[in-house]
């Protein structure tokens, strides 16, 4: 008997270098957005397999610009097709492995600090999926309408020179015809999660974020829900890097399309 022990111990002792050496990194460079769904599907899959992953989450710009500069990125998922395509365009990313994982949606948010008070903003539940649909139909091309939500405040988005979530912000702004009359109230931000801040500090009056970012907040009311006719798709690309697939690189490429990882993104509010 103690003989046998011996050997399953010189045996677990023989195999640790080979689990560890097995144990595989996986960089995945991810638009900020998707902070909360990623990391439950890291744990997720962290747990089914040996590799580890390194979420590295900021504008969909800034990353490109730094897998551009050679970051140690494995897979990158952003939140518009503009910076992938940027990405495409120049050789980084093996275009066979680029596909749509996600889409989301455009919403229109307040503050929820009850010392901020504007009796024009509905109180909604921010959960409701059925908020108030925001278009040219429902008289949202009126500034009047905006003036009386903003009551003198800034209207926080991100950046629309290159934050994905301000650029779909400007597009629909252009489509209900007020972005030369709002330009003047923005409050731009370096990504959506910081326009997300603006407002729930109460520092914006109104913001313009993802449907998704609603839900990692709860300091914020949800005012209407942009009608998607007025952006487009907001669509989320995924890809590998350029001489960076792995196996592990494309099991968690492959693990990121899976039934268990949907369920967590549409957890969150993806699509």
Not at 58 to 80: G, H, M, T, V, Y
Not at 165 to 174: F, I, P
């Amino acid at each position: 008997m103690i003989y046998f022990k011996r050997l399953i111990l010189s045996v677990c002792i023989l195999l640790c270098p080979y689990f560890a050496l097995s144990a595989q990194k996986i960089n995945v460079f991810a638009a900020i957005s998707l902070k909360e769904a990623l990391e439950d599907i890291a744990v997720n899959y962290e747990l089914k397999t040996s590799n580890k992953l390194t979420l590295v989450l900021a504008s969909s710009s800034k990353l490109a610009r730094q897998i551009e500069q050679d970051a140690p990125a494995d897979i990158f998922i952003c939140a518009n097709t503009n910076w992938m395509n940027y990405l495409n365009d120049k050789n980084l990313i093996d275009k066979d492995s680029e596909l749509i994982l996600l889409n989301n949606s455009l919403v229109l948010i307040a503050p929820l600090d009850p010392n901020i008070i504007n009796t024009d903003i509905p109180n909604e539940d921010k959960n409701n999926v059925n908020h108030q649909l925001i278009n040219l139909e429902n008289n949202w091309g009126d500034m009047p309408k905006w003036n009386a939500l903003l009551n003198g405040g800034r209207l926080a988005v991100g950046d629309p020179n290159y934050v994905p979530a301000g650029m779909y912000a400007k597009t629909t702004l252009q489509a209900l015809n007020i972005w030369q009359d709002l330009k003047s109230t923005l409050a731009p931000a370096s990504n959506v999660r910081a326009a997300l801040m603006l407002v729930e500090s109460g520092e914006a009056a109104l913001g313009i974020v993802y449907g998704s970012d609603i839900i990692a907040s709860k300091k914020i009311k949800v005012i209407g829900l942009f009608d998607q006719k007025l952006y487009g798709a907001i669509n989320y690309p995924l890809a590998i890097i350029t001489g960076h697939e792995t196996p592990a690189v494309r099991d968690f490429y492959d693990y990121l399309q899976s039934d268990d990882a949907r369920t967590i993104f549409i957890k969150y509010g993806f699509k």
